[in-house]
């Protein structure tokens, strides 16, 4: 059964949101700062495309020349600039990568700050895209743009958690139908922590989840 996009998922979103303290590291760990976007979208319905009745969210996949993670499945974001707060550096980077230009009343907020091994701390923010902006990818930085139903995140084979030996730390993984695979952390650890809490109401930390060791670098 989907999730449908309306004002009503809005308003629920953005008080669930309210009520959940993020965490945010005053002490950055000497890692470098990023923000992500889950950018909540509205879905062309199969039967009736111009509707766009159900609610996803928007997955890319970086660019093979990217310096950092190329080729690899992430939500939209990038590094903050010194001058910028989390919220400014997530909207600039939702413009840049998937051209979507939102202001701050579109932030419903905001989850936990995630330390990933490759050196980023991450911080989450939460966008609802308005009907009839349409994503389309900066070539530089994105190969592809998905968009993945939420439907997705409440599947009840996801999340998967599995042991490492490089780790006494689960990973975590989400399945994901429209990619024919995996999404991993730390992009996992986020959208599992937005299913959590903006779409179950559940007070869910995730930072003690590890990422595959191929992230790590």
């Known amino acids: ?6 004002d009503e998922l809005r308003e629920r979103i953005a008080a669930r949101l309210g009520a959940f303290a993020a965490v945010r590291r005053t002490d950055t760990l000497g890692l470098k700062r990023a923000a992500v976007v889950v950018a909540v ?8 495309a111009i509707a ?18 190329g080729g690899q499945l992430a939500l939209p974001g990038g590094r903050i600039e010194d001058v910028e707060s989390v919220e400014q550096a997530a909207l600039r980077e939702l413009s840049e990568e998937v051209g979507i230009e939102v202001g ?19 911080s989450p923010i939460v966008v609802w895209v308005p009907r009839g902006l349409v994503a389309k990818s900066n070539a ?3 190969a592809e743009i998905y968009e993945i139903p939420l439907a997705e995140l409440k599947r009840g084979d996801s999340p998967e958690f599995f042991a490492i030996p490089e780790s006494d730390r689960l990973v975590i993984r989400l399945p994901v139908t429209q990619i024919a695979g ?36």
């Open 1 to 6: 059964m989907g999730v449908h996009y309306s």
């Open 41 to 48: 979208v509205a879905l062309a319905d199969q039967e009736q």
């Open 52 to 69: 766009r009745r159900r609610a996803g969210f928007l997955l890319t996949r970086r660019a093979s020349t990217m310096r950092a993670h």
């Open 104 to 122: 701050p009343p579109a932030i419903l907020g905001a989850l936990d700050d995630y330390p990933t091994r490759s050196g980023y701390l991450i």
């Open 140 to 142: 530089a930085e994105v």
């Open 182 to 217: 995996y999404v991993n952390a730390p992009t996992a650890a986020v959208l599992y922590q937005f299913r959590e809490v903006a779409l179950e109401g559940r007070q869910t930390r995730v930072d003690h989840f590890d990422q595959p060791v191929w992230a790590w670098r």
